[in-house]
């Protein structure tokens, strides 16, 4: 799997994700600056990783989601190309309209840095192929906007037509406002795009993946990807 | 010429810091206040001093960056 993570100024977790890239798909990634306009020739998969990206002047992931290297990750998604964006990376996503909806202040007013239970709602994605649909994981989360908003119509498109990738909800699955962190609309914590080749998430998968270091239950997703790749090529 | 766009929430969409806003205002006991929605105000040097010209600009900056229309609504003043 050829992958490259994209980085903008602001950004802090691009080296995890990509020392989680290398570990996992056993290929070093490519750096991306946010001012390239064009991908390496080649690149699978494109992963926008967290971070403040711009202060979070603005709102987050605005300033980001115009920068010029967005044009190309556009170009990438709309030939099928795989898009990843993981906590900012979800917010510039959305602010680059390549995902629906936005992601709004913690409804606690709380910044959030703690582990969470997420359900992964279904199998059958080039993301989720590692996981079992229902299974439930544990991985990391540190936001401070993470409330996941759409109009009444969008959210019942996604949940129509099965979008929702991963949900906040007890260590044994169940929903419960109070596993829902930030008050995310239908606990949503991870939205997939019309075509299911662009996913975007809040909590950090890439910060779960060394049993050295805690659980592994974030490894799956890179794992699936890779996987994905190793069939595709 | 001088220009405003203001940037506002969409009703309906929740703004929690409205609401802290407007609990601590309460608990100042500044008297009347139903209640608060916060947004943003941008004031913006527009050149030259064709109106028509600086509003179609304005209303591109706020379509592509200033509000994001999913949540927000914004209003144009040219000030002159």
Known sequence: MRSAVVVFPGINRERDMARTLRLVSGREPAMVWHADTALPAGTDLVVIPGGFSYGDYLRCGAIAARAPIMDAVRTHAAAGGLVLGVCNGFQILCESGLLPGVLMRNATLRFICKDVYLRVERSDTPFTRGYNAGQVIRVPTAHGEGNYVADEPTIERLEGEGRVAFRYVGPDGTLDPRWNVNGATHAIAGVLNEGGNVLGLMPHPENHVEASVGPTDGRGLFAGLTQHFAKVA | ?80
């Open chain 2, 1 to 80: 010429m001088k220009a405003r766009v203001t940037v506002t929430l969409k009703s309906g969409i929740l703004d929690p810091q409205g609401k802290a806003i407007e609990g601590a205002l309460r608990s100042l006991g500044v008297a009347g206040v139903g209640s608060v929605r916060q947004g943003k105000v941008f004031d913006i040097e527009v050149e030259g001093s064709d109106r028509v010209q600086a509003e179609a600009a304005l209303k591109d900056a706020a379509e592509r960056l200033l509000a994001n229309t999913v949540i927000e609504n914004y209003r144009i003043e040219v000030l002159g």
